[in-house]
């Protein structure tokens, strides 16, 4: 299930092919590791802010429903003056928190993505340039967008 993008049309081309970019190697993992699907909604509250901001829902979720009865959702909040790997790490934070949320409501288990090696999740962080998933007791980093 790939992710569906929603946008208010207020969005710039540029703003929204920037968090593309950023989104998709995480958008990946999550497809890879639990064929869940997200729904990314891009409104662009502030005209020419120096962020870029959008809402990622679990799938058929948006907006309008959290208008109407809380959903999970992970805000994502980019900087430009960010590196590249910055800005995936931060991502891939915020939508963490929102898969393990919506696994432990679905399934009972939680702490995506998990380590192979040990049993707890892994963390984002930028490391040498590269956005990674690394694990907390020093097991082998894995580049975000490579989970398997």
């Given amino acids: 299930m790939t992710a569906v993008w929603l946008t208010d049309g207020s969005t710039l081309v540029d703003d ?84 393990t949320k919506e696994q432990w409501e679905r399934a009972g288990r939680g702490g995506w993505p998990p380590c192979q090696l040990h049993n707890h999740q892994l963390r984002p962080t930028a490391s040498d340039g590269v956005a990674v998933w690394r694990c907390p007791s020093g097991g082998p980093d894995v580049p975000i967008g490579e989970l398997r």
């Fill in 16 to 99: 929204e092919t920037a968090l593309r970019e950023v989104l998709a190697p995480v958008l990946v993992d999550v497809e890879e590791t639990t064929g869940m699907g997200l729904t990314v909604e891009l409104r662009r509250n502030v005209p020419q802010a120096e962020d870029l901001t959008c809402t990622v829902f679990p799938e058929g979720k948006s907006w309008d429903d959290f208008e109407v009865e809380p959903v999970a959702r992970a805000t994502i909040r980019l900087t430009r003056r960010n590196a590249f790997a910055e800005q995936i790490a931060s991502a891939a934070s915020s939508i963490e928190s929102l898969v």
